[in-house]
Antibody, heavy 120, light 110 residues
Framework: EVQLVESGGGLVQPGGSLRLACAAS????????MHWVRQAPGKGLVWLSR????????KYADSVKGRFTISRDNAKEVLFLDMDSLRVEDTAVYYC?????????????WGQGTLVTVSS | QAGLAQPPSLSKGLRQTATLICTGN????????ALWLQQHQGHPPKLLSH???DRPSEISERFSASTSGNTASLIITGLQPEDEADYYC???????????FGGGTKLTVL
């Protein structure tokens, strides 16, 4: 089955760190750019970061640049998001998303999400 | 970072046609089109339409997308109760160098 399964969410204090993981299966992971997108409770979707197929290129939204780091392990087919200096406003469901190229570059496969709660 | 503009809500009757609108600019929709996502309460988003307006094979023909200038549209015909959901548009913005989303439209099927 083609799927993405996130893990690693939980409760963390402001200023703390957390590492999210996303296990891919059912497709050739190393052929796809991968993204992280988050959704605060009751709010819309916000793109956070993208990593290229071989991990050599990364892009970040201004809101997380310098605090979050995206990485991947193609051998194990896992995507990561390392989050530092977490703030209350980082509380959200974090989605791992596959970046398709055909028929047009997009966001075609979404994981079920993992909830990160930043609170004291 | 600025996003795309979507009306927050839309209500339509059963079996009617709904047209959802997403407005951007020449740095995003005007240049690259927009994809559409459907999200039911408590579930992750699901792709309905690619940026070139092609529909994934598993998506019903009742869903179709189009682009005109800086505006993208999603047309849903023969509305069914299961179409009640939040709908988001999204695309790459060449000026912001980031993916941007609309705020979402909550579709209610009466």
């Amino acid at each position: 089955e083609v799927q993405l399964v996130e893990s690693g969410g939980g409760l963390v204090q402001p200023g703390g760190s957390l590492r999210l993981a996303c296990a891919a299966s059912g497709f050739t992971f190393s052929s796809y750019n991968m993204h992280w997108v988050r959704q605060a409770p009751g709010k819309g979707l916000v793109w956070l970061s993208r990593i290229s197929t071989d991990g050599s290129g990364e892009k970040y939204a201004d809101s997380v640049k310098g605090r979050f780091t995206i990485s991947r392990d193609n051998a194990k087919e896992v995507l990561f998001l390392d989050m530092d200096s977490l703030r209350v406003e980082d509380t959200a469901v974090y989605y791992c998303v596959r970046g398709n190229i055909q028929p047009a570059p997009g966001l075609d496969l979404w994981g079920q999400g993992t909830l990160v709660t930043v609170s004291s | 970072q600025a996003g795309l503009a979507q009306p927050p809500s839309l209500s339509k009757g059963l079996r009617q046609t709904a047209t959802l609108i997403c407005t951007g600019n020449s740095n995003n929709i005007g240049n690259l089109g927009a994809l559409w996502l459907q999200q039911h309460q408590g579930h992750p988003p699901k792709l309905l339409s690619h940026r070139n307006n092609d529909r994934p094979s598993e998506i019903s023909e009742r869903f179709s997308a189009s682009t005109s200038g800086n505006t993208a549209s999603l047309i849903i015909t023969g509305l069914q109760p299961e179409d009640e959901a939040d709908y988001y548009c999204s695309t790459w913005d060449t000026s912001l160098n980031a993916w941007v989303f609309g705020g979402g439209t909550k579709l209610t099927v009466l």
